[in-house]
C-alpha cells in the first residue's frame, strides 16, 4: 500500500464516507483527478466492500470529448468497472438560461449524475475535488461574498456526493499517478483564465503565495474549521426551531418574542433555514438582514413575499406559507402599452428596442403569438429553444423546484410559449423559434423586483 493509499483510506475512515454494500459512481473526465480517483476507489473495493462504476459526462463543448469518453470506456474495461456514458449539451443550456458555461456544465453535469447514480442504484457519487480545490473554492466564496457556510467550501460528503480526495493535494494525486501506465487527459480549457476558477487558481492564489507560501495550507484549514463550526450551528437550529415554531398543514408559525430573545447570529441563520427548506431557495445577505428586522420590528398585518414564500406578521407571530397562485392576479399588456405588468414581487415593462440601443433581454416581436402576459402556470406550458420545445413542468423537476413552489412561480409568456420562470430562467436565445408573424421590431424586458418597500422596486438586469 503506498503513503497516498493509506492517506486517502484514513481520511474516508474518519469520514465515514463508505458503508458496506455501497455502490459508488465515479464522475470520470479522464483528467488527473478522477483518473487517479477511479484508479484508487477501483483498488480500495473489496477493503471497503463497495461497487464502483464509470461515468463520463460530454458537454458537447470541444471536439476532444470524443478522444476522452473513448479513454475513459477503455479505462472501465482494464478496471472491470461498468462505464456509462451521458450528454449534456451545455450550449444549448447556455443559449436558453443565460447562465455562463461554467455555471451550466456543472449544473448539467451533476443534475445527469444524479439521475444516472439513482437510474442504476448506486448509493453513492464520488467526486475527485482535492486539497487546492477546496482552497480556491473558499476564495472563491470570499470574493462573491459569503458567511460561515461558504466559508466551509466542499463537504467531504454532501448528500450523495463523497470526495475522498479532499485531504489530500494536487502534487501528492500527480505523484500516486506515476505508479501507474496511464497518460490523462488534459482539458485546454483548463488553463483559460478568463474562466474564474482558472484565473484563481493560476494568478490570484501564485500572487498571494508571494505573500504566504502557505495560503492554500491556511485556507483549507479555514475552511475545516467553518465546517464543523457550521456543522455545530445546523444542530443548534434544529433545536430551536422545535422550540420557537409550530406548523399547521403548509403553514409555519414562528414566535416572534422567542426570535426576538435569540442572539441575531441565530436569527440569520433561521430566516435562512426556513427559507432554503420551504422554497428551496438561499437567500442572500441583503435579503436574510431585511427579513430578521421585519419579523422583530415589522407592523402587525404586514407581509413579504420573497421566491414564492408568504410570510404575514401578527401580534405574537410571523406566518410562512406558500405564496398563493392566485389565477385572478394574472396580468396582460399588450406590446405598446405603456403601463407595467405586475404579478408577486416581478415588475416588468416592455418597450421597442430603440435603433442602436443595447439592452439585457430582448425578445423578437416574430416569435409572439399574442400579448405578453405575467401569470402562474397552466397545463401543457411549454418553454422554447433551438431545435424544440421543453415541458415546463418537466423543467422544473429537472431543476428540482420544490413541487410546493412551482403554481406560484411568476412566469412570462404568451399564449404558446414561456419565456422566462423568475429566479429560474430567463430565455435569450430565439434562433430555433419558429416564425409566427412579420413583425420587426424587438422588445425590450426590463425586469424590476419589490424591495423592502412594498411600494417599490428595483431594476433587475439579470434575472
Not at 218 to 228: D, I, P, W, Y
Not at 337 to 357: F, N, S
Request: glycine residues 6%; contains cysteine; aromatic residues 8%.
Amino acid at each position: 500500500m503506498t503513503d497516498f493509499v493509506a492517506k486517502v483510506n484514513a481520511f474516508v475512515r474518519e469520514q465515514a464516507l463508505f458503508t458496506p454494500g455501497d455502490g459508488v459512481l465515479i464522475g470520470c473526465s479522464g483528467g488527473p483527478d478522477s483518473l487517479a480517483l477511479a484508479l484508487y476507489l477501483a483498488a480500495v473495493q473489496k477493503e471497503f466492500r463497495i461497487t464502483a462504476g464509470l461515468a463520463y459526462v460530454h458537454h458537447h463543448l470541444r471536439a476532444a470529448a470524443d478522444t476522452e469518453v473513448e479513454f475513459v470506456r477503455a479505462l472501465a474495461r482494464d478496471l472491470r468497472l461498468p462505464f456509462y456514458r451521458l450528454d449534456a449539451d451545455v450550449p444549448q443550456a447556455v443559449r436558453m438560461t443565460g447562465e455562463s458555461v461554467e455555471t451550466a456544465a456543472r449544473e448539467l453535469r451533476y443534475r445527469a449524475l444524479e439521475k444516472l447514480r439513482e437510474q442504476e442504484g448506486y448509493t453513492l457519487l464520488a467526486v475527485a475535488h482535492h486539497a487546492d480545490d477546496q482552497a480556491e473554492t473558499v476564495l472563491h466564496h470570499v470574493l462573491r461574498g459569503t458567511g460561515l457556510t461558504g466559508l466551509g467550501g466542499m463537504r467531504a460528503r454532501n448528500g450523495s456526493i463523497v470526495r475522498p480526495f479532499l485531504g489530500v493535494t494536487r502534487a501528492e494525486i500527480e505523484t500516486y499517478l506515476t505508479h501507474f501506465p496511464y497518460t490523462p487527459c488534459l482539458d485546454e480549457t483548463n488553463t483559460d483564465t478568463t474562466y474564474l476558477r482558472n484565473a484563481l487558481r493560476h494568478e490570484v492564489l501564485p500572487y498571494l503565495a508571494q505573500y504566504n507560501p502557505r495560503i492554500r495550507e491556511h485556507l483549507v484549514q479555514l475552511a475545516t474549521t467553518a465546517a464543523a463550526d457550521d456543522e455545530y450551528l445546523d444542530h443548534v437550529i434544529a433545536d430551536v426551531l422545535t422550540r420557537i415554531t409550530h406548523r399547521e398543514a403548509e403553514t409555519i408559525a414562528v414566535s416572534r418574542d422567542a426570535f426576538n430573545d435569540l442572539p441575531n447570529a441565530l436569527q440569520r441563520r433561521v430566516v435562512r433555514k426556513l427559507w432554503r427548506e420551504e422554497s428551496g431557495t438561499t437567500l442572500s445577505f441583503a435579503h436574510t438582514e431585511r427579513l430578521v428586522a421585519w419579523f422583530a420590528t415589522g407592523a402587525t398585518s404586514t407581509e413579504q413575499t420573497l421566491y414564492g414564500l408568504t410570510a404575514v406578521l401578527t401580534a405574537t407571530d410571523a406566518w410562512l406559507a406558500p405564496q398563493a397562485a392566485d389565477v385572478a392576479e394574472t396580468a396582460a399588456v399588450t406590446q405598446t402599452a405603456q403601463d407595467p405588468l405586475t404579478l408577486g414581487d416581478v415588475r416588468v415593462r416592455i418597450r421597442t428596442l430603440a435603433e442602436g440601443e443595447t439592452a439585457p433581454w430582448v425578445i423578437p416581436a416574430r416569435v409572439l403569438t399574442g400579448p405578453l402576459t405575467l401569470r402562474y402556470r397552466r397545463a401543457g406550458d411549454r418553454i422554447p429553444f433551438p431545435f424544440g420545445t421543453k415541458k415546463l413542468s418537466d423543467y422544473f423537476i429537472d431543476s428540482k423546484v420544490p413541487r410546493r413552489c412551482r403554481d406560484s412561480v411568476v412566469l412570462l409568456a404568451d399564449d404558446r410559449h414561456v419565456y422566462a420562470a423568475f429566479d429560474y430562467f430567463t430565455l435569450h436565445d430565439f434562433s430555433g423559434v419558429a416564425t409566427v408573424n412579420d413583425r420587426p421590431e424587438r422588445l425590450v424586458i426590463d425586469v424590476q423586483r419589490r424591495t423592502n418597500n412594498a411600494s417599490e422596486y428595483r431594476q433587475n438586469t439579470g434575472d
